[in-house]
């Protein structure tokens, strides 16, 4: 809390200097600024990152190397077998330190060393803050003083503060890079850690998944069997019943926004569509479990079958609804890209509108259709919170829809609830699953954007 | 010329012919009813969806509560200190002066489980208010437990055999004399919107989901929005037209459609596991939805620039701006209508967005409220998940109402991205 409110002090300091570095850049031209180079503005902005600029990130340099430094200190003074501990022991002493430093209860027991050791670390917590908060503020009023003196009329601030800005907007450009180079290797590094328990090719083509480990020899049903194929049946199962509801239901209803109806249909129709598109998934799997599988599960009774209360079909279906909006978006969109010139045509030759729409419309807007399935194919795959509610846990090698299945989301998130151990294979199959989710879907998307490049006709 | 006004029998006035045109007709009809009844199906999907929800979930914004005149006997309470008296004891000195004839030590204790345990903080508070009340009596609405609840709003089927019901005989014949007495009550459940999670659905609330909601969005729209917009202002307006601009480009696009429960894996491994930031904080589920957000912001954000006309920003240049002033002065401004809608969208996205929420460990039960974004705390469609598990009857319309609440705030929020778009929206 201290170290925000330190923070937030350097940053008023910085906005003082903009104030003040804006008056004496119109002070300099008594009143006159159309003489200036630059505007004001750009002069008060020179003076405030002249001050800002160092003080700030010397401020977070002390508290990083601060809380390192501070670390190892206490731990220099810490007696000789405790010194030695292993470093989670060690790691977690110290967190007891600062917690008792903080006024909180350590989780260990309040040792004569532990309190030693939480009182340097309050005086040297308290010692960096000032000491690293004084430096800060001297380097900011210098760098402002350096600046202020450098006002004048034809100093030209403006470019040095536009090229600062340039930087920051390329740093924040870059961290969409980033997002995707820190998914691909933090999931990359903890499945290769996982390839390195359990083979890949066990992985990959593995029957039999059963990610508990056996406490004990003779344990039943825990063999740490890590086979994924069963998961894998089981994401696609689901995900073909939801295209099979998606594909024709969003196919169709897009035909008819898009060729048949009127603009007073169509404002009915395109809000409803969005609305079914903007319900959480949550809900949706809340819907299943709640609404469709019993009843699903009634029906099955009634016609004389027997249909598990966590069956493959009830979240197929709901995912179908669910992906309903998407398939025809998409569509719609394709359909509309094609020019009427081409329905003209047909029609003209006396086809009608379904000839028209069949044989004409949907070929030529073929490659945006299939793209658009692709896309809620890889939105099926990567669903998350449907299967979780409404498909079960047991990992069945099946092709029945009215059994149980699990899917790779489902097990994902299964893994990973609760209590974590970064090195124990179970944690780490998550991350394995996770990297071939994240490969399965960026194919997908990559085939689908270039199926649209590559295919589609340009009509102007 | 007689031939064309007298045309001879044609080609398309053959029975074979005219046959064709029926079928071909009758396919028309046939596709165009098909097309309608796909569009009908989804909203018939969207009718039985939200129409459980309803019917499911009304009732969870109302509670039962039962009048009772609890005498505050000096007996069970502390001179010295108000707060700490035995109110258990009150409420069933209460109980037991209305049904005289329970004696039986276990038929007391049955008798004092249709009041919730909240009743005794009930009973404290107004003692606390008023501490003249010592030896006096009052009297008070006290919130029935969740059986009674139950009973009340007629989920409970009083013909079904008594070992399979969730409330036995005696029980409902003691709360039927009592609504008999007129001292049953269903009120509005403030209770559910204010509170946090509780073990017992009577006092279960969703006010703590929603707080740490508002953190987690306040926290991804603080990071996600300038970084969105600033990112794409570079790649729309300075970027050198490179390739390693189309990459940023193609990356962007695909990151839109990564699956969010991988972005929750990206989360535990970077902000957990790495940087060893707290478990169950909005700030943490806050930075998780930031990253899902920001390429809809910047997708959004490029569109709007997109959109402005060149002759603006020519304009603008001719008569002597700076290219950044140019965006700061003209374009920026000019698109800000069109990128708050496309904020305000990802943010509903990010408020109904549960998956990643679960990898960085928002599924706590937390009974106090969040104040503040390092808190522990859930979030609106986590606590529907959440209760969506739990077996118990009660259970069940406190998550379609916690839905309920949910969907008004998307709905809150998609409409003030409509009003924007609509009220501020230039036509070129």
Redesign the interface.
């Known amino acids: 809390m201290t170290q925000l409110i330190l923070t937030l002090a350097l940053i008023c300091l910085a906005a003082a200097a903009f104030l003040v570095g804006r008056r004496k850049a119109i002070g300099v031209t008594g009143g006159r600024t159309s003489i200036l180079h630059s505007r004001p503005v750009y002069h008060g902005w020179y003076v405030a990152l002249a001050c800002g600029l160092p003080a700030v990130s010397l401020w977070f340099m002390v508290l990083l190397a601060g809380d390192w430094m501070i670390d190892r200190t206490i731990v220099a003074a810490l007696p000789g077998e405790l010194r030695e501990a292993s470093a989670p022991i060690l790691q977690r002493f110290l967190n007891d330190a600062e917690t008792l430093a903080a006024g909180g209860i350590p989780t260990i027991e309040i040792t004569p060393e532990l309190e030693a050791a939480a009182a340097s670390f309050r005086r040297l917590t308290l010692l960096e803050r000032w000491v690293g908060f004084s430096a800060a503020m001297g380097l900011g009023l210098i760098g402002a003083g350096f600046a202020m003196r450098r006002i004048d009329i034809s100093r030209r601030t403006?470019q040095p503060v536009?090229r600062v800005?340039?930087i920051?907007?390329?740093a924040?450009?870059a961290?969409?890079?980033l997002?995707?180079a820190?998914?691909v290797f933090?999931?990359l590094?903890?499945a290769i850690r996982f390839f390195d328990k359990v083979p890949f090719l066990d992985f990959l083509f593995g029957v039999k998944w059963s990610p508990q480990i056996a406490l004990r020899e003779d344990q039943v049903g825990s063999s740490g069997a890590f086979g994924a194929i069963p998961l894998f049946t089981g994401t696609i199962l689901i995900t073909l019943i939801a295209m099979l509801v998606a594909g024709?239901?969003?196919?169709?209803?897009a035909?008819?926004?898009a060729?048949?109806a009127d603009p007073r249909h169509r404002a009915v129709?395109k809000p409803?569509?969005?609305?079914?598109a903007?319900?959480?998934?949550?809900?949706?799997?809340?819907?299943a479990?709640?609404?469709v599988a019993p009843a699903l599960r009634e029906a099955g009774i009634m016609v004389g079958l027997d249909v598990a209360s966590e069956s493959a079909l009830a979240a197929g279906l709901v995912m179908g609804?669910m992906i309903?909006?998407f398939v025809?978006s998409l569509t719609d969109d394709a359909l509309a890209a094609v020019p009427d010139d081409l329905r003209d045509a047909s029609l003209g030759l006396g086809a009608?509108?379904?000839?028209t729409?069949?044989r004409v419309v949907i070929p030529a807007a073929l490659p945006g259709i299939v793209a658009g399935f692709l896309?809620a194919v890889?939105?099926a795959?990567?669903?998350?919170?449907i299967v979780?509610?409404a498909a079960g846990l047991a990992a069945n090698l099946t092709a029945n829809p009215l059994e149980a299945v699990t899917t790779v989301?489902v097990q994902?998130?299964t893994l990973?609830?609760g209590d974590?151990e970064?090195d124990s294979a179970k944690t780490l199959a998550?991350?394995a699953l996770?990297l071939t989710?994240?490969m399965v879907?960026?194919g997908l998307?990559?085939v689908a954007?270039r199926m649209v490049q590559k295919y589609q006709e340009k009509y102007d | 010329m007689t031939d064309m006004t007298q045309p001879a029998t044609s080609v398309h006035q053959s029975d074979t012919s005219r046959e064709r045109l029926r079928r071909?007709?009758g396919?028309?009809r046939s596709?165009?009813i098909?097309?309608?009844s796909?569009?009908g199906?989804?909203?018939l999907?969207?009718v039985?969806?939200l129409g459980?929800?309803v019917l499911?979930g009304w009732s969870g914004f109302l509670t039962t509560k039962l009048r009772l005149e609890v005498t505050y006997s000096t007996k069970h309470l502390d001179v010295e200190d108000p707060a700490n008296g035995n109110f258990r004891m009150i409420i069933l000195d209460a109980l037991r002066e209305r049904f005289p004839d329970v004696t039986e030590r276990r038929e007391l204790r049955a008798l004092l489980g249709i009041v919730s345990n909240r009743g005794t903080w009930d009973v404290r508070d107004a003692l606390l208010d008023d501490p003249s009340l010592a030896g006096g009596s009052l009297e008070l609405w006290l919130p029935a437990a969740t059986e009674v609840d139950m009973l009340n709003k007629g989920y409970v089927d009083r013909s079904a055999p008594e070992e399979l019901r969730l409330i036995d005989d005696r029980t409902i014949a003691w709360v039927d004399a009592i609504d008999e007495a007129d001292d049953l009550a269903t009120v509005f459940n403030w209770t559910f919107l204010l509170s946090g999670d509780s073990r017992e659905p009577e006092l279960a609330g969703v006010g703590g989901a929603v707080l740490g909601s508002f953190w987690i969005l306040l926290v991804t729209f603080v990071v996600s929005f300038?970084?969105?917009v600033?990112?794409a202002?570079?790649?729309e307006e300075?970027?050198p037209k490179r390739r390693w601009v189309d990459?940023?480009e193609?990356?962007?696009?695909?990151?839109a459609?990564?699956?969010?429960?991988?972005?929750g894996?990206?989360g535990?491994?970077?902000f957990l596991?790495?940087m060893h930031m707290p478990r169950s904080a909005p700030v943490v589920g806050g930075l998780t939805l930031a990253?899902m957000t920001?390429?809809t912001i910047?997708i959004a954000t490029r569109a709007a620039l997109k959109g402005i006309p060149p002759s603006i920003k020519d304009a603008a240049l001719a008569i002597g701006a700076?290219?950044?002033q140019v965006v700061s002065h003209h374009l920026l401004p000019l698109a800000m209508p069109r990128i708050l809608t496309g904020a305000i969208i990802g943010m509903?996205r990010a408020?109904?967005?549960?998956?990643p929420l679960?990898?960085v460990g928002m599924?706590a039960f937390v009974v106090d409220l969040p104040s503040g974004p390092t808190d522990a705390a859930t979030a609106l469609?986590?606590q529907?998940?959440l209760w969506?598990d739990s077996p118990e009857r009660g259970f069940?319309e406190k998550?379609?109402a916690a839905?309920m609440v949910?969907?008004v705030f998307?709905v809150a929020m998609?409409g003030l991205a409509v009003y924007l778009r609509q009220r501020f929206e230039i036509r070129w």
Request: hydrophobic share 60%; aromatic share 10%; charged share 10%.
């Open positions: 403006r536009e800005l340039l920051v907007l390329l924040v450009a961290i969409s890079v997002t995707t820190g998914i933090s999931v590094f903890e024709p239901v969003g196919l169709l209803s035909v008819y926004l060729e048949y129709a409803m569509l969005e609305i079914l903007g319900i959480p998934t949550v809900v949706y799997g809340f819907f479990a709640l609404v609804m309903i909006p025809s009608t509108h379904q000839e729409v069949t896309l890889s939105r795959i990567g669903e998350t919170m979780v509610m989301t994902i998130v990973l609830i974590q970064f998550a991350f996770g989710l994240f879907t960026l998307n990559v954007l | 071909r007709y396919r028309e596709f165009k098909i097309s309608v796909a569009l199906l989804t909203a999907f969207l039985i969806l459980s929800i499911n300038p970084t969105g600033g990112a202002i570079f790649l300075f970027a990459v940023i193609v990356n962007i696009n695909n990151l459609a990564v699956p969010s429960i991988v972005f894996l990206l535990l491994a970077v596991n790495v990253l920001l390429p910047i700076s290219p950044v509903a408020l109904g967005e549960s998956a679960l990898m599924v469609p986590v529907v998940f969506a069940v998550t379609s839905i949910l969907l998307l998609n």
